[in-house]
């Protein structure tokens, strides 16, 4: 444990604590509450006493639920056992990458990535093969998959919308990424996280819905970034039944399960709470659209979203490393950003900013990083 770092998200989040008057572009949270009809769901179990445990595999009613939605991207799960109910998707990561990988197994990580991925497959004694996506505008390529593949090579792990850069991998390439999957007959690790945070008409594809794809595919999901339920903690595991049949039994002995009114909450969103999902998806394009030309103006090159809600800028220009362009913006204008480096290869000169952010805080934030990169320029 000692070899592993702390989340270089949370760093940053932690510093925030007691400044009121800074403006956090950092932690990857929806500043919408969770839409009403899901919280009125929630109320009324627990005020019915409906505060008990549920199945290690999470409520039936909710697995419906999600594998009738997951029919709209060709993905087709039985509730049963393919689909298990997770505390939030990154639990679901974690038990996971325990479940398939042995000490010496390699894992393929496509980065910058989500912080989480590397450190879990190391405490698993796997040795995490990095892919820089930088080099090929932010998304793997099934060629740069097939130059890390070794005899070890247990699975690959992909993040389409991606966090930090918002890019998705396009549906050809994803295409001959199922290839190289089924020829090495490897797992994929698909983190779906953010799919229903799509933009300008693009719309979200998994690996998993191509043809012989779904008994190498385990796809990760939840309601956290959609639906605006970070704290509800809930997420899912779809995932051939014999390999879940596996996964259950660690997801029992760690966690038992999911809470049980977040459950209920969770499948009520998806029956009735599409409108603001939405709403919401519509105000962060928005937002995109701003910061996207504010950083384009600035001079800074990067590249634009085509999902979830980060943009992910290069301030080399600026002479300045990640840690030190997002520690002196926090400590000069009181903007926090988490440093490109914090997730992985190909992040260092860049700063990852979210903006899942009141549309009138992004402007102050947004002419004050000006301000900075104008005074770091002269």
Known sequence: MESIPPSG?????????????????????????????????????????HTSYTSNWGLIELRQEIAKYMERYNL??????????????????????????????????????????TPLAELCQAKVVTLDTSVNGFYPTAAQIEQCITPKTKA????????????????DELARIAEVVKK??????????YCELAYDGAKHSSIGSFPGLKDYTII?????????????????????????????????????????FSQYAAAEGLRNGWSEVERMRVSYQQRRNLMYKAFCDMGLKVPEPTGAF????????????????????????????????????????????????????IKIALERIKEFVEELKK
Request: aromatic share 12%; charged share 20%.
């Open 9 to 49: 998200i949370r760093k940053f989040f932690e510093m925030l604590i007691g400044h009121d008057d800074v403006i956090s572009l950092s932690v990857g949270e929806p500043d919408f509450p969770t839409p009403w009809v899901i919280r009125e769901e929630a109320f009324y179990h627990i005020e019915k006493g």
């Open 76 to 117: 087709y799960y039985k509730p049963e056992n393919e689909i298990l109910i997770t505390v939030g998707a990154s639990e679901g990561v974690d038990a996971v990458l325990r479940a398939i990988l042995n000490p010496g197994d390699e894992i393929i990580v496509s980065q910058p990535c989500y912080v989480n991925y």
């Open 156 to 171: 690959l792990m992909i993040c389409s919308p991606n966090n930090p850069t918002g890019t998705m991998i396009p549906e």
């Open 184 to 193: 090495h007959e490897i797992w994929v690790i698909s983190d779906e996280i």
């Open 220 to 260: 990760l999901n939840g309601f956290s970034k959609s639906f605006a339920m970070t704290g509800w903690r809930i997420g899912y595991i779809a995932a051939p039944d014999d390999l879940l049949a596996q996964i259950v039994k660690l997801h029992g002995y760690n966690t038992i399960c999911a809470p049980i």
């Open 310 to 361: 980060y943009m992910f800028p290069d301030i080399t220009s600026t002479g300045l490393t990640s840690e030190e362009f997002a520690t002196q913006l926090f400590q000069k204008y009181n903007i926090a950003v988490v440093p490109g480096s914090v997730f992985g290869e190909g992040g260092e000169g860049h700063i990852r900013c979210c903006y899942a952010t009141d549309i009138n805080k």
